[in-house]
């Protein structure tokens, strides 16, 4: 069964950095696109970032972009990101995703992890 | 970045109905559609890919269709576990992007 178990989520002040990890087992690991997706308290879904099967390639969102690094470790099997210069609005559930086929990144997601609470504030 | 326009926002309906639910996109995604059910406190869970392909243990009450701009995801005859939120994203065209969500209300 995959399972994906994200943790590193808290209270943290703007401007502070965070990192966040997903550990990952039951598919391998090093054969899938992950991401990262969040969302904010009562509101939709935002893609982050995703990260290709061997690492070399990351895509982020425009409002994440020069501020959050994704990165993987195949040995570990696992997944991070590290959130730099936070917002109020970077508040949310991160949630990360395995993509639902191997190989190329820009797919569709499934399974999701169950979420950590990133929230922003002084 | 194509956004994705879904309606209603919240749709209420009765158990045993059948639901229609629509995903609308700025521009052409051919079949580079998904769709994910979302009940409170949990993470989303994929539905449909490919636009009409029901993912491994999805019941057959739910079916998707369409093809460029228009999709429609329709739930056959609503049972309680189907009352959630249900997203539409795209993933033709980085960024991957979703809607706004429909919201399922008994």
């Known amino acids: 069964e995959v399972q994906l178990l994200e943790s590193g989520g808290g209270l943290v002040q703007p401007g502070k950095s965070l990192r966040l990890s997903c550990a990952a087992s039951?598919?391998?690991?090093?054969?899938?696109?992950l991401s990262w997706i969040r969302q904010a308290p009562g509101k939709g879904l935002e893609w982050v970032s995703t990260v290709t099967p061997g690492g070399g390639s990351t895509y982020y969102a425009d409002s994440v972009k020069g501020r959050f690094i994704i990165s993987r470790d195949n040995f570990k099997n696992t997944l991070y990101l590290d959130l730099n210069g936070l917002r109020a609005d970077d508040t949310a559930v991160y949630y990360c995703?395995?993509?639902?086929?191997?190989?190329?990144?820009?797919?569709?997601?499934?399974?999701w992890g169950q979420g950590t609470l990133v929230t922003v504030s002084s | 970045e194509i956004v994705m326009t879904q309606s209603p926002a919240t749709l209420s309906v009765s158990p045993g109905e059948r639901a229609t639910l629509s995903c609308r996109a700025s521009?052409?995604?051919?079949?580079?559609l998904a769709w994910y059910q979302q009940k409170p406190g949990q993470a989303p869970r994929l539905l449909i890919f490919a636009a009409s392909t029901r993912a491994t243990g999805v019941p057959a009450r739910f079916s998707g269709s369409g093809s460029g701009t228009e999709f429609t995801l329709t739930i056959s005859s609503l049972q309680s576990d189907d009352f959630a939120v249900y997203y539409c994203q795209q993933y033709s065209i980085w960024p991957l992007t979703f809607g706004g969500g429909t919201r399922m209300e008994i």
């Open positions: 521009q052409s995604i051919a079949g580079s």
């Open positions: 995703a395995k993509e639902f086929v191997s190989g190329s990144p820009g797919g569709w997601f499934g399974p």
């Open positions: 039951g598919f391998t690991f090093p054969s899938y696109a």
